[in-house]
């Protein structure tokens, strides 16, 4: 079972910046490709980024690119979302989430999921 802990979010303003990191408690993390995903209020969770097993690949939902970069490390079981450039909409919970090798795509099949951490932007 993997649990996957979230942390590094809070309130900022427009233009600001935040990092948010999410530790996975299993040795077996370096498999797994991973992603983060948000929710605002009154609407669906919807899919931000995603970052292979090894880190050499990345994919962004078009609204984040250029300002937010996932990344992640091996050793220390953890992947990072670096948020520039932050904008009132980009408040949400943000989770990040495990998904097993060979399985799924960038946005479904994602088997463990962390508790979520609050970003809020004001303006």
């Known amino acids: 079972q993997v649990q996957l802990v979230e942390s590094g979010g809070g309130l900022v303003q427009a233009g600001g910046s935040l990092r948010l990191s999410c530790t996975a408690s299993?040795?077996?993390?370096?498999?797994?490709?991973m992603a983060w995903f948000r929710q605002a209020p009154g609407k669906e969770r919807e899919f931000v980024a995603h970052?292979?097993?090894?880190?050499?690949?990345?994919y962004y939902t078009d609204s984040v690119k250029g300002r937010f970069t996932i990344s992640r490390d091996n050793a220390k079981k953890t992947v990072y979302l670096q948020m520039n450039s932050l904008k009132p909409e980009d408040t949400a919970v943000y989770y990040c989430?495990?998904?097993?090798?060979?399985?799924?795509?960038?946005?479904?099949?994602?088997?463990?999921w962390g508790q979520g951490t609050q970003v809020t932007v004001s303006s």
């Open positions: 989430a495990a998904r097993a090798p060979y399985t799924g795509t960038y946005y479904s099949g994602y088997g463990y």
């Open positions: 299993e040795h077996i993390f370096s498999t797994y490709n």
């Open positions: 970052i292979s097993q090894t880190g050499g690949s990345t």
